[in-house]
């Protein structure tokens, strides 16, 4: 299921107060982890993702609707159930996407000192999340094996950090079939 996440940039005078990384501590009530702060190399500060559904798979924008992939998804018994038990997260998640000042009060439980006027738009982010037919997230690197190709699915940020591993895993795995 494509989930859009939308960004913010600090202004360069709001960026002086985030040093490196801010992030919040996951809660497990809720499917995602929330706003965060990250300074980029450019001494940029990235602020976000929320993570709201996306209406189409290339969804990066709100007006960007394909009605035969909203079909579809809420056709999947999984993602009725998923959404189900995350709707109050959704519905907080989309009123975040459409206002910026609801926005800003979720930066402000990590910064205190950042205002609305302080966040300039960025460009959004679409991510691919696996939704198991129990209305579960999928976890992590689920890796699947068709014929002779090997899937790796699921595989959000830090797959290029943990690329190494998985690589090894797929071997492992790879080895086990053949012997």
Same mark, same amino acid.
């Given at each position: 299921?494509?989930?859009?996440?939308?960004?913010?940039?600090?202004?360069?005078?709001?960026?002086?107060?985030?040093?490196?990384?801010?992030?919040?501590?996951?809660?497990?009530?809720?499917?995602?982890?929330?706003?965060?702060?990250?300074?980029?190399?450019? =001494?940029?500060?990235?602020?976000? %993702?929320?993570? @709201?559904? /996306?209406? &189409?798979?290339?969804?990066?924008?709100?007006?960007?609707? *394909?009605?035969?992939?909203?079909?579809?998804?809420?056709?999947?018994?999984?993602?009725?159930?998923?959404?189900?038990?995350?709707?109050?997260?959704?519905?907080?998640?989309?009123?975040?996407?459409?206002?910026?000042?609801?926005?800003?009060?979720?930066?402000?439980?990590?910064?205190?000192?950042?205002?609305? =006027?302080?966040?300039?738009?960025? %460009?959004?982010? @679409?991510? /691919?999340? &696996?939704?198991?037919?129990?209305?579960?997230?999928?976890? *992590?690197?689920?890796?699947?094996?068709?014929?002779?190709?090997?899937?790796?699915?699921?595989?959000?940020?830090?797959?290029?950090?943990?690329?190494?591993?998985?690589?090894?895993?797929?071997?492992?795995?790879?080895?086990?079939?053949?012997?």
């Amino acid at each position: 299921m494509p989930f859009r996440g939308d960004y913010y940039t600090l202004t360069p005078d709001a960026a002086q107060l985030v040093n490196g990384l801010v992030y919040p501590v996951p809660d497990p009530q809720f499917p995602f982890l929330g706003v965060h702060l990250t300074r980029g190399i450019d =001494s940029h500060v990235h602020v976000g %993702p929320n993570a @709201v559904l /996306a209406f &189409a798979r290339e969804g990066y924008e709100w007006r960007k609707v *394909d009605a035969r992939h909203l079909r579809d998804t809420f056709a999947f018994s999984g993602f009725r159930k998923f959404a189900f038990r995350n709707w109050r997260f959704g519905v907080d998640e989309m009123t975040r996407s459409l206002s910026r000042r609801r926005f800003a009060a979720a930066v402000r439980c990590l910064v205190p000192e950042i205002e609305r =006027s302080d966040l300039a738009p960025a %460009p959004a982010g @679409v991510r /691919a999340q &696996a939704i198991g037919a129990d209305g579960e997230l999928v976890d *992590d690197f689920a890796i699947r094996k068709t014929g002779r190709a090997v899937h790796v699915l699921n595989a959000p940020s830090p797959a290029a950090t943990a690329s190494l591993e998985i690589g090894a895993t797929i071997a492992e795995r790879l080895e086990l079939d053949a012997g």
